[in-house]
């Protein structure tokens, strides 16, 4: 069981005057990547204890049998895979169950938990993900999961009430946090240090 976690972009934190608009890293979690046939769905689904959704929503649930019974389990679902998400610490318990349970069936499982970092964009968050994405936010309701590039990183958005959690590579999530941050900049969101040979690289993304 790997419980260390480094904080990728060390606890960011930002919001604008009236907290209107939030950009900040999300606390640590558990992250497994796992591709699968649809005939293999109901056997992941009786190992872990959580449904597997259809593509482009998310299922939570506290499962009631399973590795990690009574604890928050969520399943993503986008890009013809699931990333599922629970607290720091199970990522080992549950990718023993998936692989038991698909032993004899072809499949991908791979855990992201420290490849992944986790950003909550939260408020008034369509303007701000209007200028760093081609996501059609008109049909990117709450529960919605949708994997998207984000100033050209791939990412794993999760549409929220009050907002939308966004996972992207750790290596390349403070290039994508800067974007984002200058992309709310109108809405009084701070800006965000980034060397400036990246910021050069955006082709033209995010601007003030």
């Known amino acids: 069981m790997h419980l260390a976690w480094n904080a990728p972009l060390g ?15 999300g606390p640590p979690s558990s992250l497994l990547l796992l591709r699968v046939g649809e005939a293999e769905r109901a056997a992941v689904t009786q190992a872990i204890g959580v449904m597997l959704p259809r593509m ?7 499962p ?4 990690i019974r009574g604890n928050t389990l969520a399943v993503l679902a986008a890009g013809e895979r699931y990333l599922i998400k629970a607290a720091i610490g199970h990522a080992d318990a549950i990718a023993a169950e998936i692989a038991s349970a698909l032993a004899a069936t072809e499949h991908q499982l791979v855990d992201v938990t420290h490849a992944t970092a986790t950003l909550i ?10 200028r760093v994405s081609t996501l059609d936010l008109r049909a990117f309701r709450p529960g919605d999961v949708a994997a998207a590039p984000l100033a050209r990183v791939p990412a794993t958005l999760w549409r929220q009430e009050d907002g939308c959690e966004i996972y992207v590579p750790a290596s390349r999530a403070l290039f994508v946090a800067a974007h984002l941050a200058r ?8 800006a965000l240090a980034l060397p400036e040979r990246q910021m050069a690289n955006d082709g033209g993304l995010a601007r003030a």
């Open 183 to 190: 992309a709310g900049h109108v809405l009084g969101l701070p």
């Open 121 to 130: 964009l939260s408020g008034t968050v369509e303007p701000v993900l209007s």
């Open 56 to 62: 482009g929503v998310a299922h939570v649930e506290e």
């Open 11 to 25: 606890g960011l934190s930002l919001h604008n005057a009236d907290r209107t608009l939030g950009l900040e890293e």
């Open 64 to 67: 009631a049998h399973g590795p």
